[in-house]
């Protein structure tokens, strides 16, 4: 092994180091904290391979009795499935960064972890403000996420995977959720991860979380079949209230639209 590898290697090890003494919690959190937007961790809400998402209180100030704190699992102890699949057509417009992470150097590695939380900021930013139902993203910062709360003190807004609906109540789910995703792709967005578990229902009404690996129907060329799965995922859940409906035919009437500039 080379000097230089050496040296990259014992820098990996002293920051695992610092990292594992340290409450990977509380140093997500700390910024949120200092800037009063929460005053206190009430209770773990989801953890999952890529983050943990926690309910904590909101500070006065914020307008909301309570927000939602999604942090990032760290690097090291984290990875997000068929990565590539996700990041075609993203640009990353600064030379240096671009060639640390195609070099997967340690700086690299480091700038594309911050880039899905990053990502994901921005997609629901924009998103909520063309009115989709999601979280509204307060805050972020290298490894987390500050926003909306969906449930309340006791628990959170279950998913649609854990819910009881009516039929009537499944149909109506079903029409917002299509909505969302139109809404969705008429501003360059597909979900690319859509599940009856990243649905939560919330005061009669369906909210959709978990955007990270969204995609720019525009640059990817993955994007139908990403697309398509979604949707498909959404009929097959309502297919228990017996309710049919194709879900790859929807896909490509939504696409058709898409690529004919009619959304």
């Excluded at 997967?104 to 403000?129: A, P, Y």
């Amino acid at each position: 092994m080379s000097k230089r590898k050496q040296l990259r290697a014992m820098d990996e090890l002293e920051e695992q180091e610092i990292l594992a003494q340290q409450d990977p919690v509380q140093v997500a959190l700390d910024y949120f904290f200092a800037e009063g937007m929460i005053t206190e961790t009430l209770y773990p809400v989801k953890s999952g391979k890529e983050a943990t998402v926690y309910c904590c209180q909101a500070h006065p100030s914020i307008g909301a009795e309570l927000l939602a704190a999604k942090i990032y699992r760290p690097r090291h102890h984290r990875s997000f499935k068929n990565d590539a699949v996700y990041q075609e057509g993203r640009v990353i417009t600064n030379g240096q960064v671009r060639r640390a992470v195609q070099k997967k150097s340690r700086f690299g590695r480091q700038m594309q972890f911050g880039m899905w939380v990053d990502h994901e900021f921005e997609v629901l930013t924009t998103l909520h403000q063309a009115g989709a139902d999601i979280p509204q993203p307060i805050a972020r910062t290298q490894s987390a996420i500050l926003m909306e709360y969906f449930g309340d003190h006791e628990k959170a807004a279950p998913s649609l995977g854990g819910s009881e609906l009516s039929q009537k109540q499944a149909r109506a789910v079903f029409d917002s959720l299509l909505d969302n995703i139109e809404l969705w792709l008429a501003h360059n967005y597909v979900h690319g991860d859509l599940s009856a578990y990243n649905i939560l229902y919330w005061q009669g009404q369906a909210k959709i979380i978990d955007f990270p690996q969204a995609v720019d129907p525009r640059f990817n060329s993955n994007a139908l079949s990403l697309l398509t799965r979604d949707i498909e995922n959404v009929c097959h859940y309502v297919a228990r209230y017996g309710l049919v409906y194709d879900g790859r035919r929807i896909a490509e009437r939504l696409w058709h639209k898409f690529r004919n500039a009619q959304l």
